[in-house]
Nanobody, 121 residues
Framework: QVQLVESGGGLVQAGGSLRLSCAASIRIFSSYGMGWFRQAPGKEREFVARINQSGGNTDYADSVKGRFTISRDNAKNTVYLQMDSLKPEDTAVYYC??????????????WGQGTQVTVSS
């Protein structure tokens, strides 16, 4: 049974930082590309960041580029999302996902339950 469990969400003031973690119970974790997505109330789920299997390639949505950093530790089966200079528009439920190295949700096999991030102004 594959599980992805996110943690690290919470309430933070604008300009602050949070670090999300996603622990994966996936065999051969290093074989999977990993990504972070988010969904705000009344909006569709959107791509945030992705990282390839080795961690050598990353990609970001324009809205978070320069503020967010995705990384992974294959020895710990964990992917991270460091979020700095947070803005109220970053408020959403954040999901991690595993599959291909892709921006497309339909190419990701595994999804976590999500963690709420709320940024106050």
């Amino acid at each position: 049974q594959v599980q992805l469990v996110e943690s690290g969400g919470g309430l933070v003031q604008a300009g602050g930082s949070l670090r999300l973690s996603c622990a994966a119970s996936i065999r051969i974790f290093s074989s999977y590309g990993m990504g972070w997505f988010r969904q705000a109330p009344g909006k569709e789920r959107e791509f945030v960041a992705r990282i390839n299997q080795s961690g050598g390639n990353t990609d970001y949505a324009d809205s978070v580029k320069g503020r967010f950093t995705i990384s992974r530790d294959n020895a710990k089966n964990t992917v991270y999302l460091q979020m700095d200079s947070l803005k109220p528009e970053d408020t959403a439920v954040y999901y991690c996902a595993g599959g291909f190295y892709t921006r497309r949700p339909d190419e990701l096999y595994y999804w976590g339950q999500g963690t709420q991030v709320t940024v106050s102004s």
